[in-house]
């Protein structure tokens, strides 16, 4: 089991910062989103629900990368060109 120093404490508490600040961005940006759509009386489109489709995509990948790292595992990555984000270990 691997020891947790000072330095690896102070890494995974900024990763899971950064990862908080994104995921806050992206979720005000697609609530402002379906605001100005909902005020200007225009319809939901198909790009609309993409967006939230990538949105859950990119939270969900966080939280497994973020997990992942906070337990340990600095050396598993989430390979770009999976269709279901499959975890890959280098």
Same mark, same amino acid.
């Given at each position: 089991?691997? /020891? /947790? /120093? @000072?330095? &690896?404490s102070?890494? +995974? +508490? &900024? +990763?899971? !910062?950064?990862?908080?600040?994104?995921? !806050? @961005? !992206? #979720?005000?940006?697609?609530? =402002?989103?379906? @605001?100005?759509r909902r005020?200007?009386? @225009?319809t939901v489109?198909s790009?609309? #629900? /993409?967006i939230?489709l990538?949105?859950?995509?990119?939270? =969900? +990948?966080?939280a497994?990368?973020?997990? *992942?790292?906070?337990?340990? *595992?600095d050396?598993?990555?989430v %390979?770009p060109?999976? %269709?279901? #984000?499959?975890a890959?270990?280098?």
């Amino acid at each position: 089991m691997p /020891t /947790t /120093t @000072l330095a &690896s404490s102070a890494s +995974t +508490t &900024s +990763t899971i !910062a950064g990862v908080t600040i994104c995921m !806050a @961005l !992206a #979720y005000i940006s697609v609530i =402002l989103r379906f @605001l100005s759509r909902r005020v200007g009386r @225009l319809t939901v489109g198909s790009d609309d #629900y /993409t967006i939230v489709l990538a949105l859950v995509s990119f939270a =969900l +990948t966080e939280a497994f990368r973020t997990a *992942n790292f906070v337990a340990g *595992n600095d050396d598993c990555v989430v %390979h770009p060109c999976a %269709h279901w #984000y499959i975890a890959i270990s280098t």
